[in-house]
């Protein structure tokens, strides 16, 4: 884990849930380190979010993980996620390569990308580092958007459509 540390000097092994308010001012207390950032729902956690979290970590000094809310990911994908934010939270904060986890309510994570300015945006190996929503932000604010992860061997949609209803909550 990361040399950072919260606003009242406690040292993490793994990661601690915060506010994006909390995140921005942790990543103002070390302007000079390589922060990097990666989102997403992390909706059925499996084996292809882990290996981009573990990926995206070694890119940098510490890991600033955005997870969509709930509203967020209904406004996103048409549909609630199967587990609660407070649950994608602490799994993600249980990780050891992850820093800091914060919620994000917006569409997209852009305006959390200009508020934390990270050196780093990690996306997934087979997510596109071109024409994707924040990538105007990360042009104008020389972001390095770098691919993370090992191609797509799982996927929370293809999961939730082959599990059966009575499977999970």
Same mark, same amino acid.
């Given at each position: 884990?990361?040399?950072?540390? %919260? /606003? *009242?000097?406690?040292?993490?092994?793994? $990661?601690?849930?915060?506010?994006? +308010?909390?995140?921005?001012?942790?990543?103002?207390?070390?302007?000079? $380190?390589?922060?990097?950032?990666? %989102?997403?729902?992390? *909706?059925?956690?499996?084996?292809?979010?882990?290996?981009?979290? +573990?990926?995206?970590?070694?890119?940098?000094?510490?890991?600033?993980?955005?997870?969509?809310?709930?509203?967020?990911?209904? /406004?996103?994908?048409?549909?609630?996620?199967?587990?609660?934010?407070? *649950?994608?939270?602490?799994?993600?904060?249980?990780?050891? %390569?992850? *820093?800091?986890?914060?919620?994000?309510? +917006?569409?997209? @994570?852009?305006?959390?990308?200009?508020?934390? /300015?990270?050196?780093?945006?990690?996306? $997934?190996?087979?997510?596109?580092?071109?024409? @994707?929503?924040?990538?105007?932000?990360?042009?104008?604010?020389?972001?390095?958007?770098?691919?993370?992860?090992?191609?797509?061997?799982?996927?929370?949609?293809?999961?939730?459509?082959?599990?059966?209803?009575?499977?999970?909550?």
């Amino acid at each position: 884990s990361a040399a950072i540390q %919260c /606003r *009242d000097g406690r040292r993490w092994a793994m $990661g601690i849930t915060v506010t994006r +308010e909390e995140a921005v001012w942790l990543r103002k207390q070390h302007p000079s $380190g390589r922060i990097v950032a990666a %989102c997403g729902c992390f *909706d059925i956690f499996h084996i292809g979010h882990l290996e981009y979290l +573990e990926a995206a970590a070694r890119l940098g000094d510490a890991l600033f993980v955005g997870v969509n809310t709930d509203s967020s990911v209904y /406004r996103n994908k048409g549909r609630f996620p199967y587990f609660h934010l407070r *649950d994608r939270l602490r799994l993600l904060a249980a990780l050891e %390569c992850v *820093d800091y986890v914060f919620p994000f309510f +917006e569409k997209s @994570f852009a305006l959390a990308l200009f508020q934390l /300015r990270p050196s780093v945006l990690a996306r $997934g190996a087979d997510a596109s580092v071109k024409g @994707f929503p924040e990538e105007n932000v990360c042009l104008s604010l020389k972001i390095e958007v770098i691919q993370a992860g090992t191609k797509k061997r799982a996927s929370s949609t293809q999961l939730r459509t082959t599990l059966e209803p009575d499977v999970l909550p």
